[in-house]
């Protein structure tokens, strides 16, 4: 089984930044794929941007209403993938998800994952 458990959360100004970790436990994969998605109140999940991890090498997707200012990284020593995300919005207020899968084909759908994280607010206030 794998286990993801998020970190990070929490109420910050428009402009503000904050750093969402998402650590990976249980049976591990020397490639995968770990993606964020988000979901506002009485709204559907969206994609936020997803990393693709192989020994070889790491390759980002992003949406485009993030690119430019959310970044995916890794830790590896720590089994640990973070959503770091900078000059937030009030539409950014959303609970975030980190969900991973060994292979996916539809990179930006959540029927793709089966793992994910319990979710952490992500509060912006204007």
């Known amino acids: 089984q794998v286990q993801l458990v998020e970190s990070g959360g929490g109420l910050v100004q428009a402009g503000g930044s904050l750093r969402l970790s998402c650590a990976t436990s249980?049976?591990?994969?020397?490639?995968?794929?770990m993606t964020w998605f988000r979901q506002a109140p009485g709204k559907d999940f969206e994609f936020v941007g997803g990393?693709?991890?192989?020994?070889?090498?790491?390759?980002?997707s992003y949406a485009d209403s993030v690119k430019g200012r959310f970044t995916i990284a890794r830790d590896n020593a720590r089994n640990t993938v973070f959503l770091q995300m900078n000059n937030l919005q009030p539409e950014d207020t959303a609970i975030y998800y980190c969900?991973?899968?060994?292979?996916?084909?539809?990179?930006?759908?959540?029927?793709?994952?089966?793992?994910w994280g319990q979710g952490a607010q992500v509060t912006v206030s204007s």
């Open positions: 249980g049976r591990t994969f020397s490639d995968y794929v």
């Open positions: 990393i693709s991890i192989s020994r070889n090498s790491d390759a980002t």
């Open positions: 969900a991973a899968a060994e292979a996916v084909y539809r990179l930006k759908e959540t029927g793709s994952y089966p793992y």
